[in-house]
């Protein structure tokens, strides 16, 4: 069982950026693939951002691209994400996710095994 912990969530301006994270306890994360979904007010989870399991490959929301970046540190089980240019339709619940699927894209929550409890990210107009 992996338990996952984001942190570093809050309230930011337009046009400013916010970094998160995402720890992990009771397994290691090195054979997982690492993501990060959102939750925006009154809509469905969405898939933001993943890092495969050596970090070598990275897979993007057209909505995020060029503005989120995201990393890990296998030695350390944790898993950040960069936010830059933030706008207000960024504002969500953020998610940490840990999955290794044979059956489903890393886009797709279904991918994914294990969760975090979120981290609020409001960005201000």
């Known amino acids: 069982q992996v338990q996952l912990v984001e942190s570093g969530g809050g309230l930011v301006q337009a046009g400013g950026s916010l970094r998160i994270s995402c720890a992990a306890s009771?397994?290691?994360?090195?054979?997982?693939?690492m993501g990060w979904f959102r939750q925006p007010p009154g809509k469905e989870r969405e898939f933001v951002i993943a890092i495969t399991s050596t970090g070598r490959n990275t897979f993007y929301a057209d909505s995020v691209e060029g503005r989120f970046t995201i990393s890990r540190d296998n030695a350390k089980d944790t898993v950040s994400l960069q936010m830059n240019s933030l706008k207000p339709e960024d504002t969500a619940v953020y998610y940490c996710?840990?999955?290794?699927?044979?059956?489903?894209?890393?886009?797709?929550?279904?991918?994914?095994?294990?969760w975090g409890q979120g981290t609020q990210v409001t960005v201000s107009s």
């Open positions: 009771g397994r290691t994360l090195g054979n997982y693939v």
């Open positions: 996710a840990a999955g290794r699927s044979m059956s489903a894209s890393p886009h797709s929550s279904d991918y994914y095994e294990f």
